[in-house]
């Protein structure tokens, strides 16, 4: 386990795992999570996440070849940015930079 974090505005819990320290798995609970198929805090495996060295030049990347993203955020917790885009069948793809 890496961390674990209460997160009293949604009242959920994210856990941070790793193996090896190389493989990072992210495990939220919501209480009362909704069945939407395509948005990161429904039931289920949600999305993917893919380290980038860089999430500025990824996101002009992408944005050069006309995938639309949503804005880069910044972990609160690790200080770390990170931005959300969706592939064709509109489930959610996330990018986080190291």
Do not use: C, W
């Not at 050069?64 to 592939?87: C, H, M, Q, W």
């Amino acid at each position: 386990m890496i961390q674990e974090v209460y997160r009293k505005e949604r009242n959920s819990y994210k856990l941070d795992l790793a193996l090896n320290g190389e493989y990072v798995i992210e495990l939220f609970s919501f209480p009362n999570p909704p069945q939407r198929p395509t948005q990161p805090e429904a039931t289920g495996l949600r999305h993917l996440a893919f380290e980038v060295d860089n999430i500025d030049q990824v996101a002009a990347h992408l944005k050069s070849n006309g995938v639309e993203a949503e804005p880069i955020r910044v972990d609160e917790y690790t200080g770390k940015k990170f931005l959300f885009f969706f592939d064709p069948d509109d489930l959610p793809l996330e990018l986080y930079e190291v």
